[in-house]
């Protein structure tokens, strides 16, 4: 009742502001999950204006369970620019909803969240619906590690803790004090988004952190706790193949790219654990062009 009360009071809010509300899911393979999510967030609220799903060319019926849910789904490998069709990530997708989106606040959204619920969405917008200097929020969230039917409190995010936090205090101190800077969830001005640089890959949410610091100031930025957020926790193994791309990201955001490419260059197979990575450049979205909307 108290939470239908919030819901209530921030529609009315954003009438008075005329402003409008999208959720924006990028999926990849997430039939499980993705129809009660559309459910939860956009089906039966008056908050939400449109769930947009903007899947990565998913082998499941992720988009068809999205679009009988309700979601307005964008298929970026059919439709999306043609100068990216081929490459995969999430950061690809947020950089087509800069121009697909048409509503003014975006709520990110991860497309894998087993306890969705409105009050993430309420929680995020408050901030900017609240204080106008506001432009972006980032989710404060709690995560468990689920090992072998073994559940340990607080342990996940260990790529965030163990090596993204580090290097980002080394690089960027004064964004230490966010606690999820790699973290998929967080509300931004659509206009504000439209402005950023966005990295195709692994290090997409943490270049909206920090080109957004860059472009508008820290203190524009806000943090707000959700709870307990549960989701697939990543093998070991993934999460090293993500590893040296996060740090490249991390080195091309602080503009001090030369000093990984030797690094880059000399990172070897690790015959231990069998993963290979792969050598490459990383992949630079560009702000879009003032009026650019997809057709």
């Known amino acids: ?54 899947d990565d060319g998913s082998t499941d019926s992720t988009v068809r369970t999205a679009r009988r849910a309700g979601a307005i789904v964008f298929e970026r490998k059919k439709k999306g620019n043609f100068k990216y069709r081929s490459f995969s990530g999430k950061g690809f997708a947020l950089w087509e909803s800069g121009s697909l989106v048409i509503e003014d606040i975006i709520v990110v959204y991860d497309g894998d969240i087993q306890n969705p619920s409105i009050q993430h969405v309420t929680t995020l917008l408050a901030p900017l619906i609240d204080n106008n200097k506001i432009g972006l929020c980032k989710a404060n969230f709690d995560r468990n590690l689920h090992l072998h039917r073994q559940v340990i409190k607080n342990h996940g995010g260990r790529q965030t803790e163990l090596l993204v936090k580090p290097l980002m205090g080394f690089l960027f101190p004064e964004l230490v004090k966010f606690s999820q800077p790699t973290g998929g969830l967080y509300s931004v001005k659509r206009k504000h988004l439209q402005e950023l640089e966005v990295l195709g890959e692994a290090g997409a949410d943490m270049s909206i952190l920090v080109n957004y610091a860059k472009r508008f100031g820290i203190d524009k930025i806000a943090e707000a706790h959700i709870g307990e957020i549960k989701h697939r926790n990543k093998e070991l193994n993934t999460l090293a193949k993500t590893s040296p791309k996060l740090i490249q990201s991390l080195f091309y955001l602080a503009k001090r790219i030369d000093e990984f490419q030797e690094y880059a260059l000399t990172y070897k197979e690790q015959e231990t654990m069998k993963v290979k990575i792969v050598k490459s450049s990383l992949i630079i979205l560009p702000p879009h062009k003032k009026g650019e909307n997809i057709p």
């Not at 239908?4 to 959720?23: G, H, P």
């Not at 924006?24 to 459910?39: A, D, H, S």
């Open 1 to 54: 009742m108290k939470h239908s009360f919030i819901v209530d009071y921030m529609t009315r809010k954003l009438k008075e502001k005329n402003l409008t509300i999208a959720v924006i899911i990028p999926t990849y393979n997430e039939e499980l999950t993705i129809g009660n999510i559309i459910k939860k967030l956009g089906k039966n609220s008056q908050l939400v204006n449109n769930v947009y799903v903007i």
